[in-house]
C-alpha cells in the first residue's frame, strides 16, 4: 500500500489528475491523506502539489517553488507532469498489459504531449482559462462559496472519479495510436516503393507517418468498407496540402469517366481537392497509386 499526501482545500486538475496517475500505477493500492499538516506530509512516501519541495528521490513532487521543475523545453511542470513523468510507464502498463515496453513508451509521450501538458500548462498559468477546458471542467468540483456542510474531500474524490476515466481513455486512445504506429512502420518496410505505403486495415495513419519520420511516403492507401482508397500524405502534420497532389485531370471524377482517363477500370472518385481518390479493389487503388507518383 503506497502512503501518499497533498494538501486539503480547494484543489486544480494537476492534484486531482496526479492522484489518479498515481492510483492506476498502483492498481489502486494507495491511501491518500490530504492534509496541510507538516507532520501528516512527512509520513507519506509521495507528496505531491504541496511541501515546497521537489526531489524525487525522496517522494517529494511540489512545483510551487520559485525554482521550479521545468521541462526540457523550458515549460513549467504540474503536479500531475511530475507525477506523470516518473509514475506514468507503470500506470500505462497496468492499464494497458498487452503493451509492449516501447508502446509503452509510445503511449506515455503521446499523453503527455497533450492532456498532461495542457494540465501543467493550465495550472501555471500559461494557458488561457475557459470553461470547456479539461482543467476547469475538473475544479467544478470544487465546493463553491455558496455551499455548506459539503464534504470536501468528498468533492476532491467525485473529481479524481471523472480523471480515472478520462486517464483510461487517454492512454486507449494512446495504444491505439502505438498499434497504428507499429502497422505503418511494418507496411513502410514491405513496400515495393518507398513513396507508397500499402495498409491491410483501415487505421489513422498520419501521426504514424511524421512520427516514424517517412519523409519520401507521398500516399497511403488502405480499405474503406467494400472500397480501397489512396489518400495523399500532407507536407506537415496537421496541414491540408499535399506533398504531391493526384492528378489534376482526375479531380472531382467518378466511376466510368475516372476509369476511362486514368486507365483503372474499377477507379470510383476523385475528390476535387486531390488528395484522396478510391477504387473498388486493392490492385485498383495500388495502380492509382503508381499512376499519381510519376505524373
Not at 28 to 35: F, K, P, Q, V
Not at 46 to 53: H, K, Q, Y
Not at 114 to 133: F, Q, S, T
Not at 267 to 279: D, E, I, N, Q, Y
Request: negative net charge; hydrophobic residues 45%; contains cysteine.
Amino acid at each position: 500500500m503506497l502512503l501518499a499526501a497533498t494538501h486539503s482545500g480547494s484543489f486544480h486538475a494537476d492534484d486531482v489528475f496526479a492522484f489518479a496517475i498515481l492510483k492506476a500505477a498502483r492498481d489502486g493500492a494507495i491511501r491518500l491523506t490530504r492534509s496541510r499538516d507538516a507532520a501528516d506530509w512527512d509520513a507519506a512516501e509521495v507528496v505531491f502539489d504541496v511541501g515546497n519541495i521537489y526531489d524525487p528521490a525522496k517522494g517529494r513532487y511540489d512545483h510551487h517553488m520559485r525554482d521550479k521543475p521545468l521541462r526540457d523545453n523550458g515549460e513549467a511542470y504540474s503536479s500531475a507532469g511530475l507525477i506523470w513523468r516518473d509514475y506514468g510507464r507503470d500506470a500505462i502498463a497496468r492499464l494497458c498489459p498487452a503493451a509492449t515496453p516501447a508502446q509503452v513508451q509510445v503511449v506515455w509521450a503521446k499523453v503527455d504531449k497533450g492532456l498532461i501538458r495542457d494540465v501543467d500548462l493550465m495550472d501555471n498559468g500559461a494557458m488561457e482559462r475557459h470553461p470547456g477546458h479539461f482543467s476547469t471542467v475538473l475544479e467544478t468540483f470544487c465546493p463553491t462559496f455558496a455551499e455548506t456542510g459539503v464534504d470536501e474531500d468528498g468533492c476532491y474524490q467525485q473529481a479524481v472519479a471523472l480523471a480515472d476515466q478520462v486517464l483510461v481513455r487517454a492512454v486507449a486512445q494512446g495504444f491505439a495510436a502505438a498499434l497504428a504506429q507499429d502497422a505503418v512502420a511494418r507496411a513502410a518496410a514491405q513496400a515495393e516503393d518507398p513513396r507508397i505505403v500499402v495498409l491491410d486495415t483501415r487505421l489513422p495513419w498520419d501521426d504514424a507517418v511524421f512520427d516514424l519520420g517517412l519523409d519520401s511516403v507521398l500516399y497511403v492507401i488502405r480499405p474503406a468498407g467494400k472500397d480501397w482508397t489512396v489518400s495523399a500524405v500532407p507536407p506537415a502534420r496537421g496541414s491540408f496540402g499535399q506533398r504531391k497532389s493526384l492528378p489534376a485531370t482526375w479531380g472531382g471524377l467518378r466511376d466510368g469517366e475516372l476509369a476511362q482517363i486514368s486507365g483503372v477500370m474499377d477507379a470510383t472518385f476523385c475528390h476535387s481537392a486531390l488528395f484522396v481518390c478510391g477504387a473498388l479493389s486493392r490492385e485498383g487503388a495500388i495502380a492509382m497509386a503508381r499512376l499519381a507518383v510519376v505524373s
